[in-house]
T-cell receptor
Framework: AQTVTQSQPEMSVQEAETVTLSCTYD???????LFWYKQPPSRQMILVIR??????QNATENRFSVNFQKAAKSFSLKISDSQLGDTAMYFC???????????FGSGTKLNVKP | GAGVSQSPSNKVTEKGKDVELRCDPI?????LYWYRQSLGQGLEFLIY????????KSGLPSDRFSAERTGGSVSTLTIQRTQQEDSAVYLC?????????????FGPGTRLTVL
């Protein structure tokens, strides 16, 4: 079975500081893709960052970076220089290679405080 | 259109009634996906379409749920004899192809409330 666990239901961070959101997953497959999605109050899911499991180098997108530990099945998201617009629910997800079904975690609500 | 659109934005219905939720994918996207997001939960996969066919219906929770897609574009998710546990946000996504590496673009969802 494929599962995703986000153990932090809610987090807060001061504006301009750095925060790390945790995610662990479980799969017996070796080829997959990992994602972090952001869902603001508008409900629109927005792709933040993605990582191919076969790549050892951690993905980065501007202020967002991941720490991917394949052996530990861990995929954390680091947000640097947090901004008020980063306030949202963040979902960790993965999709198996050659399959089209996303497996999502239950989300972490991030509140960036001014 | 510029993005995935869904209608209605919100739907309140009485237990036992049928509802139809609509999704308009990004023009040219061949793959379309339906997810359900219950309160405080992540997204639960329901079904996906490749063109007008649905290779994977494994996520549909019961036979009260059905979906169709016509013309390789608009999709409708129908829930018959709605129950209170059907209350959730129903999200639709589309991607250019069904290749798993293609980014899925999500719509704003339909919030369904069953009284």
């Amino acid at each position: 079975a494929q599962t995703v666990t986000q153990s932090q239901p809610e987090m807060s961070v001061q504006e301009a500081e750095t925060v790390t959101l945790s995610c662990t997953y479980d799969t017996s497959e070796s080829n997959y893709y990992l994602f972090w999605y952001k869902q603001p109050p508008s409900r629109q899911m927005i792709l933040v960052i993605r990582q191919e499991a076969y790549k050892q180098q951690n993905a980065t997108e501007n202020r967002f970076s991941v720490n991917f530990q394949k052996a530990a099945k861990s995929f954390s998201l680091k947000i640097s220089d947090s901004q008020l617009g980063d306030t949202a629910m963040y979902f960790c997800a993965f999709i198996l290679y050659n399959f089209n079904k996303f497996y999502f975690g239950s989300g972490t609500k991030l509140n960036v405080k001014p | 259109g510029a993005g995935v659109s869904q209608s209605p934005s919100n739907k309140v219905t009485e237990k036992g009634k049928d509802v139809e939720l609509r999704c308009d994918p990004i023009s040219g996207h061949t793959a379309l996906y339906w997810y359900r997001q219950s309160l405080g939960q992540g997204l639960e996969f329901l079904i996906y379409f490749q063109g007008n066919s649905a290779p994977d219906k494994s996520g549909l929770p019961s036979d009260r749920f059905s979906a169709e897609r016509t013309g390789g574009s608009v999709s409708t998710l129908t829930i018959q004899r709605t129950q209170q546990e059907d209350s959730a946000v129903y999200l639709c996504a589309s991607s250019l192809t069904v290749i798993s590496t293609d980014t899925q673009y999500f719509g704003p969802g339909t919030r369904l409330t069953v009284l």
